[in-house]
């Protein structure tokens, strides 16, 4: 039996992929979503066909007054924040050797400093309420490293990072990772070595579907208070890693 989740929950890189999923998934639950990515146009299309459950901003997680902005107009929407789902990722993968320094620097900038913005921005009221949940989507990439995966690994290791030590600190805020195998997603789009993109096309041979992680991330919102789920990792069956 499907359980009700009566909270509001933000999520960020919603516009696709895993995000849209978990928009999708949770809509079912009657939780109250504030979503946010760059594509406003697909932001404003979701929200238009899930109803007034769903409202959405702009958001660019990079930009910490911008994070900011968007947990603001959450609180101002449906009265209070809840959940804050940091799903907003890039991974233009690379060998060390090419020093594609832009590229690190924007995988650092989204799948770090966003992070960091988003806990920044939600944290303050989690302590005054003394609850909130905060959900980081990393990657199977946060346990293991692979070649031309160096600095995209790194800043997945480090999203496991900040959600323990999160964890840690605080008594009455849940956290939880998500790290997720190969997903037929958007991710990895940027990449612009041919031979890697390639070589991604491969691997998503045996891949899941991105309703397989907004399924875990509901998992993981439906256990009552005091049950922290800390992490799931979700691969493929056939996954060879």
């Not at 009657?30 to 238009?48: M, N, P, Y």
């Not at 789902?85 to 320094?101: D, E, H, R």
């Not at 832009?102 to 966003?114: A, K």
Request: with cysteine; hydrophobic share 45%.
């Amino acid at each position: 039996m499907s359980k009700t989740i009566d909270k509001t929950v933000l999520i960020t890189g919603a516009s696709s992929g895993i995000g849209e999923a978990t928009v999708r998934e949770l809509a079912e639950t009657g939780a109250k979503l504030f979503i946010g990515a760059r594509r406003t146009d697909r932001l404003e299309r979701l929200t238009e066909e899930l109803g007034e459950v769903v409202a959405w901003q702009s958001l660019d997680v990079t930009d910490a007054e911008n994070f900011q902005a968007f947990v603001a107009a959450a609180q101002k929407r449906f009265g209070s924040v809840d959940v804050l789902i940091n799903n907003a990722g890039v991974m233009p993968l690379s060998p060390l050797a090419a020093l594609k320094q832009d590229e690190w620097s924007r995988m650092i900038d989204v799948n770090i400093r966003g992070v960091l913005n988003g806990i920044a921005a939600v944290l303050p009221g989690f302590i005054a309420q003394r609850s909130g949940h905060v959900v980081n989507v990393a990657s199977i990439a946060a346990h293991l490293v692979m070649p031309s995966a160096a600095v995209y690994c790194a800043t997945k290791y480090a999203v496991w990072a900040l959600t323990e030590g999160l964890r840690q600190e605080h008594d009455d805020i849940r956290t939880t990772i998500i790290s997720p195998g190969v997903v037929e997603t958007e991710l990895g789009n940027d990449i612009t070595d041919p031979q890697i993109a390639s070589a991604l096309t491969a691997w998503r041979e045996k891949s899941l579907t991105p309703d397989a992680i907004a399924r875990a991330i509901r998992y993981a919102l439906e256990q009552p208070e005091g049950v922290d789920i800390n992490e799931v990792i979700v691969r493929p069956t056939a996954a060879g890693m």
